[in-house]
């Protein structure tokens, strides 16, 4: 069983399209997160959720919108597709929001190329 | 500011060679501090975790150790095997802030 699954693993679009990517975690855990990786592969936090309440969301445009139907789910919605959003984006989970044994658990992730 | 360096950027070593990777950081207040290892085409993977009272800890051939006066670590990988191979990063405290990452190539 993955512990942390999210689907599409390849998804390539055209520029002005809308796009989600769905992630679940069966670990049990509170705390979602979704990360952008960018070509130089630095992993640079998006949002977080914890048990469905949104915690962060770092300077990310409003096209990106997360959804958390329940504490297992963090859906990625990206409306009007950028050149620039081409990038693969990991979703993982931690068994809480802090916490000095908390550790990410990732996704495989998704790798976005708009067109 | 909270960051999160490390260094080198890329190392190439031979099959069988140790390495040292590093991370230097500013964040504050200091909790704990992660390495975790990125294949390609795969999501990061959890090595090691340690807190601010442990100053090494090891996971099979991986060592990493703390200095959390200097705000440095070091992650040693002994006798390197082609499986290797990757990308290492360094995470450090609640927040999770992410290192720049160290990729490492062990070549036959």
């Known amino acids: 069983d993955t512990a942390v699954s999210q689907t599409p693993k390849y998804l390539v679009t055209q520029m002005g399209n809308d796009k989600s990517i769905k992630c679940e975690q069966n670990?049990?855990?509170?705390?979602m997160y979704w990360y952008k990786q960018d070509s130089k592969k630095f992993l640079k936090i998006m949002f977080s959720?914890?048990?469905?309440?949104?915690?962060i969301n770092e300077t990310v445009p409003n096209r990106f919108s997360p959804k958390s139907p329940d504490k297992a789910h963090l859906n990625l919605h990206i409306n009007s597709l950028e050149l620039g959003d081409s990038a693969v984006y990991f979703c993982?989970?931690?068994?809480?929001?802090?916490?000095?044994?908390?550790?990410?658990?990732f996704g495989a992730g998704s790798r976005l190329t708009v067109l | 500011k909270n960051q999160v360096e490390q260094s080198p950027q890329s190392l190439i070593i031979l099959e069988g060679k140790n390495c040292t990777l590093q991370?230097?950081?500013?964040?504050?207040?200091?909790?704990?501090l992660r390495w975790y290892k990125q294949d390609t085409g795969r999501g990061p993977v959890s090595l090691t975790i340690m807190t601010f009272s442990e100053n090494t800890k090891s996971n099979g051939r991986y060592t990493a150790t703390l200095d959390a006066d200097t705000k440095q670590s070091s992650l040693h990988i002994t006798a390197s095997q082609l499986s290797d191979s990757a990308s290492y990063i360094c995470v450090v405290g609640n927040q999770f802030y992410f290192g720049t990452g160290t990729s490492l190539t062990v070549i036959p």
């Open positions: 991370c230097n950081y500013t964040v504050s207040p200091f909790s704990n």
């Open positions: 993982a989970s931690s068994r809480q929001l802090t916490g000095g044994a908390n550790v990410l658990t």
């Open positions: 670990l049990g855990h509170d705390t």
């Open positions: 959720y914890n048990n469905k309440e949104l915690i």
